[in-house]
Nanobody
Framework: QVQVVESGGGLVQPGESLRLSCVASGNIVKILATEWYRQTLSKPRELVAEFTDAGSTNYADSVEGRFTMSRDDAKNTAYLQMNNLQPEDTGNYFC??????????????WGQGTQVTVSS
């Protein structure tokens, strides 16, 4: 199985930056895809950024140009660099990971998330 842990959230002022981490562990041979979502009590889950299994990186229109996703395959870790944060970026950010296991099966899971609050 695979476990996912997100970290790096916090309380920041508008215009500031945060870097989130998504660490996957377990019987992983390869991370196939990673998706960052954010969710609040008043809004549905929103896909913010993703590494697809086709090798492309995509961003939501609302974060294009401000957020950058990167990864370290050796560490099974994905990052989300968030610049020029705005109050509307507030939410619980969690990542969904799809991995190929040593058994050659594909396994998808996500973590508990990390809270990002942008407020003056």
């Amino acid at each position: 199985q695979v476990q996912v842990v997100e970290s790096g959230g916090g309380l920041v002022q508008p215009g500031e930056s945060l870097r989130l981490s998504c660490v996957a562990s377990g019987n992983i041979v390869k991370i196939l895809a990673t998706e960052w979502y954010r969710q609040t009590l008043s809004k549905p889950r929103e896909l913010v950024a993703e590494f697809t299994d086709a090798g492309s990186t995509n961003y939501a229109d609302s974060v294009e140009g401000r957020f950058t996703m990167s990864r370290d395959d050796a560490k099974n870790t994905a990052y989300l660099q968030m610049n020029n944060l705005q109050p509307e970026d507030t939410g619980n950010y969690f990542c969904e990971v799809r991995a190929r296991l040593q058994s050659q099966l594909t396994y998808t899971t996500w973590g508990q998330g990390t809270q990002v609050t942008v407020s003056s």
